[in-house]
Every structure is written in C-alpha cells, then in structure tokens.
C-alpha cells in the first residue's frame, strides 16, 4: 500500500500571498497523483491531477509539479474561499487508492 | 451535471449494521465506477472499495474484508454500501464518488452520509 505524508500539517498564510504544500509517496508512483480541497462541511473536489494538470473549472492560480516519490501544489496568490484543507490521492496501478493527512491552510 | 445524493444520517449500536445509498443523477453509474471513501472526524479520507458496475466486479480494502457489501441497482442508478459489525471507531462520514474508469479518478462525489457508532 502506498503510503502519502503531507507537510506542514498547518499552514499559515496571508490572503493574497503564495503557499506551497507538499505530498511524498513511499514509492513511485509516477505521475498518479491527484490534489483535492475540501472545504468545510463539503465533500473533497478535485483540483488536480496527473500531479500537474488542473481539473476542469479550476482556476490558474492552482499549480502542481513533480512526480515519482515527491509532489508539490502551489496557490499563487490565496483567496478567501483557499483555506481549506488540501489532499493528495495517489492512483497508480491498482487500488488500494490512498490519501494523505492532509495540510489545513488558514488565515495568518 | 451529475449529482450524487446520498441517505441521511444514521445512529447505530455497536455490533449493528449500516446501509447507505447513493442516487445517480443526470447520469448513470454505467461506464463508471462508485468508490464509497470515509472520513473519521479530524481526519484524512479512506478508501473502502469500489464497484465496477458494467462487469460486476468488486474491489475491497483488506482492512474491511468481511465487513463491507458494496452493491448496485442499475436500473435506480443506485449504489449501496453495507458496514457491519460496527465498531465505536466506524463513526464517521461516508462518501460514495464516481470514479472515472479511464483515468481512476474521482469526479463527482455524493454530500455525504454521518454514520455515529453509540451505545
């Protein structure tokens, strides 16, 4: 079973500036990595996947990078409706599917 | 757009089951697969297992082997998930998500279903 740790647990960022989230696998997993954020009371929704492309209707300040073992999704500049807390998914190969803790972006 | 609504919240005893449905709208379960994905509170989700509905196939976790159905009705694009044996630890809510055969992600996901495991 694939194993994902997410860092921080917690990031504290002003509305308007860049954060950074990052998702480590404990094998490769190529670039069978997808990112979600789900925001209070909601389901999860897709943000990105194939560890660099955004889901349909998410906006370009959602970026994401990297592949193998190390992944990273960047929000260039955060708005109101972005702290949230972020999830990674790994979907390489066969199932199980796995998901990381999770990082919570809050207000600075 | 397809919409995903699942049955409403549930209390149960421990050592009792649970059945939560999850209706297809605006679509069909047809060319997909229904993953049922629960969140403890204060943590990540979990994946269960899934259904493959066009070839009957069925995928669990090892973790819920024995304790987990998952099932369909085609023909009420319909899916159900049934835990039993439940422990204090199964409170949680469970999400039912359609999961593109293609490319193994999920799309839609259901409002999701509060389970509370209380004596």
């Known amino acids: 079973e694939v194993v994902l740790t997410q860092s921080p647990a917690t990031l504290s960022v002003s509305p308007g500036e860049r954060a950074t989230l990052s998702c480590r696998a404990s094998q490769n997993i190529s670039s069978n990595l997808a990112w979600y954020r789900q925001k209070p009371g909601q389901a999860p929704s897709l943000l990105i996947y194939?560890?660099?492309t955004r889901a349909t209707g998410m906006p370009a300040r959602f970026s994401g990078s990297g592949s193998g073992t190390e992944f990273t999704l960047t929000i260039s500049s955060l708005q109101s409706e972005d702290f949230a807390v972020y999830y990674c998914?790994?979907?390489?190969?066969?199932?199980?599917?796995?998901f990381g803790q999770g990082t919570k972006v809050e207000v600075k | 757009q397809v919409q995903l609504v699942q049955s409403g919240a549930e209390v149960k005893k421990p050592g009792s089951s649970v059945k939560v449905s999850c209706k297809a709208s605006g679509g069909t379960f047809s060319n997909y697969a229904v993953s049922w994905v629960r969140q403890a509170p204060g943590q990540g989700p979990e994946w269960m297992g899934r259904?493959?509905?066009?070839?009957?196939?069925?995928n669990y976790v090892q973790k819920f082997q024995g304790r987990v159905t998952i099932t369909a009705d085609n023909s009420a694009s319909t899916a159900y998930m049934e835990l039993s044996s439940l422990k204090s630890e199964d409170t949680a809510v469970y999400y039912c998500a359609r999961e593109d055969m293609t490319t193994n992600l999920f799309d839609f996901w259901g409002q999701g279903t509060l389970v509370t495991v209380s004596s």
């Open positions: 259904l493959i509905p066009l070839l009957n196939i069925v």
């Open positions: 998914q790994h979907y390489n190969n066969w199932p199980p599917w796995t």
């Open positions: 194939g560890a660099s």
